[in-house]
């Protein structure tokens, strides 16, 4: 069974940067559809990114030019370069494939790595 490991998170200052990385184990992630989803308190969890096999890429309108996902060419880590981080960006950071890993009737999800912008 894949699982998946997210990293990179922290605490930053508004206009900041973070690296994400999403390392996966037990399954390739170069052949899947990849995306960074976010959770922010109370809020539903959102697709932010995503990446094709073929490094194709698509953004939310809400990080469009400020986020870059990509992928390793080993193509079993995933990154997500956050610049010009605002506090609306605060929430946990999840990878996933698109759509998300299923585990019986439930979705799987790693623990997700904590981003917090202050401003």
């Known amino acids: 069974q894949v699982q998946l490991v997210e990293s990179g998170g922290g605490l930053v200052q508004a206009g900041g940067s973070l690296r994400l990385s999403c390392a996966a184990s037990?399954?390739?992630?170069?052949?899947?559809?990849i995306g960074w989803y976010r959770q922010a308190p109370g809020k539903e969890r959102e697709l932010v990114a995503r990446?094709?096999?073929?490094?194709?890429?698509n953004y939310a309108d809400s990080v469009k030019d400020r986020f870059t996902i990509s992928r390793d060419n080993f193509g079993n880590t995933v990154y997500l370069q956050m610049n010009s981080l605002k506090s609306e960006d605060t929430a946990v950071y999840y990878c996933?494939?698109?759509?998300?890993?299923?585990?019986?009737?439930?979705?799987?999800w790693g623990q997700g790595t904590q981003v917090t912008v202050s401003s």
């Open positions: 990446i094709t096999p073929g490094r194709s890429t």
């Open positions: 996933n494939t698109v759509p998300p890993v299923r585990r019986g009737d439930y979705d799987y």
């Open positions: 037990g399954s390739t992630l170069s052949i899947k559809l």
